[in-house]
């Protein structure tokens, strides 16, 4: 079967491009993905699967593919979102979307996956089990939409999923992977400071909230520098400090907003017990009244390690021509909620180099000038099938 599906992919990798250029013209945001859902809802008109739309808390469509024979039960999930980014590429099909921007590569991760369900539909028969192709919403704005649909149930039956990303760390052609933890989780924090306000002359009758938002944001670092262990990971960015008012006069009030990440449970609850103890000492210390929201995002992204390790050989040995290497990576700083899945199921998120052609140093993901080598679209579905033939043993 596994040379039949490569086959397969390979006979329809001008398609997988067409759908990204498409869905890369046609950007939606996040929870707004109205029109995405639907093209992804009618490519399956027609096919002997089941196909569940507005799954979880917006637009997410779980197709169910039932194999011909009993079996273990796995999903593959790729997002569908863009970003709300102008896009500054010079591409032929660049959004057509004003400040909307497929930024991220979720374009690609629908167009591969598209492809290869259908792939694997035409193939069914051969499958001992099920499979369920989670086309997810909303990865990019928490909640996002893993947490719902896993909250759903529509997922329970399954025994593992399988998920990719297309990353510029290296060209078309090179996968890679990380066991363990592998991704940050992510929080999110407003911290509103009440003092009193008055004259610049005269700070010994007001309070100036400034002076101890400026205090906070030089003590929270201190928990990454002297409360989390040297071999421990963690960052806190203040990114918003609203305290613009007039040059003389003392304010009141300030506001600060900061992104928290962390690559451990443990870290994450030691970052927030710590950081509402600076905030109650900063109350104390300065007299003045705070208001702290934290929320949680995304939790860290954990590899199954064995079910990595097995991912890793069925790639290092399918001597495939698309794809010419497979290498462990290292654990990346952004946040995904990929982990909500791998939280509840065994799980394996991994990675497909997409580094444009002829670039030394590609934009990142996120960046206004991002943009994928879209050979990488055939190298991601043939990764995925390679994992799906290993893992029920289809050689």
């Known amino acids: 079967m596994k040379s039949k599906l490569m086959e397969m992919l390979e006979a329809r990798k001008e398609e997988m491009i067409e759908i990204r250029r498409h869905l890369h013209e046609n950007p939606e945001l996040s929870f707004k993905e109205e029109k995405t859902a639907q093209y992804i809802i009618d490519f399956y008109k027609g096919k002997d699967v089941e196909v569940q739309t507005n799954v979880g808390n917006g637009h997410g469509v779980i197709v169910t593919i039932k194999g011909g024979k009993p079996g273990k039960n796995i999903g593959l999930r790729a997002d569908f979102d863009a970003l709300p980014i102008v896009e500054e ?9 004003e400040g909307v921007f497929h930024g991220c590569g979720h374009d690609g991760h629908t167009a591969y996956l598209l492809i290869l369900a259908d792939c694997l539909i035409q193939l069914k028969d051969e499958i001992p089990g099920t499979i369920k192709i989670i086309h997810q919403h909303a990865e990019e704005v928490p909640p996002g939409g893993a947490k719902s649909i896993v909250e759903s149930g529509i997922l329970d039956d399954l025994d593992n999923i399988f998920g990719i990303h297309l990353l510029p760390m290296d060209k078309a052609g090179v996968v890679g992977y990380h066991a363990g933890f592998s991704f940050n989780g992510r929080a999110y924090m ?40 040297p071999f421990d990971i963690g960052v806190i960015t203040i990114g918003s400090f609203d305290g613009k008012g007039t040059f003389n006069v003392i304010k009141d009030s300030v506001e600060l907003e900061g992104d928290i990440r962390y690559m451990t449970v443990e870290t994450k609850a030691t970052i927030e017990k710590e950081m509402k103890r600076i905030v109650k000492g900063i109350e104390e210390e300065f007299g003045v009244t705070c208001e702290l929201t934290y929320e949680n995002d995304y939790p860290p992204l954990y590899n199954n390690p064995e079910l990595t ?87």
């Open 89 to 97: 590429t010079d591409l032929p099909f660049k959004s057509k979307n």
């Open 190 to 229: 407003k911290l509103k400071i009440q003092g009193r306000g008055g004259h610049g002359s005269s700070p010994h009758l007001a309070n100036d909230a400034i002076v101890a938002g400026a205090h906070f944001v030089t003590a929270v670092q201190t928990i990454i520098s002297r409360r989390l262990s």
């Open 309 to 395: 390790e097995k991912v890793a050989q069925f790639l290092k040995s399918a001597n495939d021509k698309d794809i010419t290497k497979v290498e462990e990576w290292p654990a990346m700083p952004p946040s995904e909620d990929f982990a909500y899945y791998a939280e509840k199921f065994p799980s394996c998120f991994f990675y497909i180099g997409c580094t444009p052609k002829g670039v030394e140093k590609p934009y990142f993901n996120h960046n206004p000038k991002f943009d994928i080598d879209e050979d990488s679209l055939l190298v991601a579905a043939k990764a995925v099938g390679i994992v799906v033939c290993g893992y029920y043993e289809l050689d």
